[in-house]
């Protein structure tokens, strides 16, 4: 049991309030910063609050005080190096990595604890209620450590095949009986609960890998949500272990938060929550996309591509994983201030899944600081795609493919898109004409009005400026 002063209660009341205001602040970006900073200061209060004022059952203090200072060291210095240092593209990975973390921390806690009440009490003695949270967390806590591993192997590049076999809904579904069996009997107190527990944490962790593993590059953006999710109900379980109110409102509303976005994932995505859980999204081969045939296409130069933007009265530029690549974001947006001075409407269609995970592209812009108004979700921009002269596509590629809506044989048919093929004219800067993440062709680089425009997207955009500026 743990004591609680009235001095540590409030300390985690504050922090459980800035965790609040905090997440309420980042739906905007003009006070996500400050969100951010909030939510932090509110963790350092939550910890300096426990180093201070904690007091176990008999009233004695931390005795493992400098221990705890060493890893928070360490921790705060390998993260804050990793933040600092970590490229633009990279941070689907860091996230992947912080959420593993997590989960990580989760069920380290419920094996440590487990052991503590087995060695030193009866099972028999400790409240089912207990057990359950115990249990809980480590399940959900390893799934979410051993998937994030693999979604990070995944984005890093490490693992570029998908792990699809005859069977794999039922083996799936047949480990979480499994998994629920033993805990149940763990719960219970049913015999060998050492043996279970250890079992318990095995197949959470080979669920883990086998959950992740299938899901192509198309869909990373919503396995990444999930696996979030799956750290903060962990994190919560937790909280509930140790009856810590700053752990247990953290974990739900990054359980929470986690959840609708992913539920916003699926829906961007045309998957269903039920296939998630169950590591089956759908998964054609790509060879059947046949939509996109190997058919000739225009190319476009620099000069044909500043002049058509020059005259033009509206501008949409698709922002995609090739923009962050190639770390051209201040450079797109320099090239957006020099059309506005011209006179030109330049805005910025953001499809919900492009790059490699929620939100990478408003991150990425928001570093070369454009404004927010200018970006425009999926349904605002496919309502004024029509009335747009010029879009120019930076490195997207799944998120505009036309065969989303028009070839049932594609993977990734269903899937809601960037509608850009109904503007007057599109412009695709790409380095070559190979296939996106998903690995299909797109079908919308040999329609009629579609240029390509070759070249590694910062360099083109400043030939773009300097061709605009010559004019």
């Known amino acids: 049991m743990l004591y609680n002063s009235t001095l540590l209660l409030l300390c985690y009341l504050m922090g459980a309030v800035s965790f609040i205001q905090g997440l309420k602040m980042l739906s905007s970006p003009k006070t996500a910063l400050r969100g951010n ?5 509110g963790m350092m209060v939550a910890i300096v609050g426990t180093l201070i004022f904690y007091r176990t059952s008999d009233g004695k203090t931390l005795d493992n005080l400098v221990w705890i200072l060493v890893a928070i060291a360490i921790g705060a210095v390998v993260g804050t190096l990793a933040a600092r240092k970590v490229k633009m593209t990279a941070i689907p990975q860091l996230v992947s990595l912080f959420n593993g973390a997590g989960g990580l921390c989760a069920a380290l806690i419920s094996t440590v604890e487990f052991n503590h009440l087995n060695f030193t009490d009866t099972l028999s003695g400790v409240s089912s209620g207990l057990i359950f949270v115990l249990v809980a967390g480590l399940i959900i806590g390893s799934i979410s450590f051993a998937g994030s591993l693999i979604a990070f192997a995944k984005l890093n590049g490490n693992i570029r095949k998908t792990l699809s076999f005859p069977g794999q809904q039922i083996l799936n579904f047949a480990m979480l009986a499994a998994i629920t069996i033993l805990a149940v009997l763990v719960i219970l107190n049913n015999g060998n609960t050492q043996m279970y527990f250890w079992g318990i944490l ?28 799956f750290t903060g109900i962990a994190t919560a379980f937790e909280g509930f272990l140790y009856n810590n109110q700053a752990m247990i409102t953290g974990g739900i509303l990054v359980g929470s938060a986690g959840t609708i976005l992913t539920i916003l994932m699926c829906r961007a995505m045309n998957r269903s929550l039920s296939n998630v859980l169950l590591g089956a999204f759908t998964h054609k081969n790509a060879a059947a996309a046949g939509s996109a045939v190997e058919e000739n296409y225009r ?59 929620p939100g990478h592209m408003n991150v990425l812009l928001a570093e070369a600081n454009v404004p927010y108004d200018k970006l425009e979700d999926m349904e605002a921009a496919n309502d004024e795609f029509p009335t747009t002269d010029v879009v120019l596509v930076l490195g ?13 044989s594609s993977p990734i048919y269903g ?25 299909i062709p797109n079908a919308l680089f040999y329609e009629p009005k579609t240029s390509m425009l070759f070249g590694d997207a910062k360099a083109v955009l400043q030939q773009l400026i300097a061709e605009i500026k010559a004019m």
């Open 202 to 229: 095995f197949l959470a962790l080979l669920y883990g890998i086998l959950f992740v593993m299938p899901i192509g590059g198309a869909d990373m953006p919503v396995v990444i949500s999930l696996l979030n999710s």
């Open 37 to 41: 900073r909030l939510s932090a200061a």
């Open 396 to 408: 997207a590629n799944d998120v505009v493919n036309p065969a989303a809506e028009k070839d049932p």
């Open 415 to 439: 899937m809601q898109i960037l509608e850009v093929d109904k503007a007057k004219q599109v412009i695709v800067n790409k380095r070559t004409m190979h296939a996106g993440y998903a690995g």
């Open 299 to 357: 190319e476009i130069s620099v000069s044909d591509t500043a002049m058509l933007l020059n005259y033009a009265h509206k501008v949409m530029i698709v922002p995609g994983y090739g923009l962050a690549v190639a770390q051209a974001q201040n450079a797109c947006h320099d090239l957006d201030k020099l059309l506005t001075s011209k006179g030109v409407e330049v805005k910025y269609a953001i499809h919900p899944v492009a790059g490699r995970m």
